[in-house]
Nanobody, 125 residues
């Protein structure tokens, strides 16, 4: 079973920084398409950041220039460096994991769409 676990959330003041992490477990030697979403209180879940097919990072307009996504070489962890945080960034942040890849991945080609349980980020004015 593929599982995603987020960490790194917390409470900060506006202008502060946080670094979120998401780790994927379940199968060895698998690389994944991993993306960040968030759900502000009372609102729908929205895309925050991910990678295009060629590996270029993509960001929502609201976080562009402030957030940076990165991934480890094994592509089973993804990070989100968040700087200059604003109260509007307050949300539960989720990691979404898809598309297992890798020649030695035992679930290569299997349909996978897994969400973590989220990590809460609260930004005070």
């Amino acid at each position: 079973e593929v599982r995603a676990t987020e960490s790194g959330g917390g409470s900060v003041q506006a202008g502060g920084s946080l670094r979120l992490s998401c780790a994927v477990t379940g199968f060895p030697n698998c690389e994944y398409d991993m993306r960040w979403y968030r759900q502000p209180p009372g609102k729908l879940r929205e895309f925050v950041s991910g990678f295009e097919k060629e590996g270029t990072a993509k960001y929502a307009d609201t976080v562009k220039g402030r957030f940076t996504i990165s991934q480890n070489n094994a592509k089973d962890m993804v990070y989100l460096e968040m700087n200059d945080l604003k109260p509007d960034d307050t949300a539960t942040y989720y990691c979404k994991v898809m598309k297992p890849q890798g020649e030695s991945c035992p679930i290569l080609g299997r349909y996978v769409e897994v969400w973590g349980r989220g990590t809460l980020v609260t930004v005070s004015p």
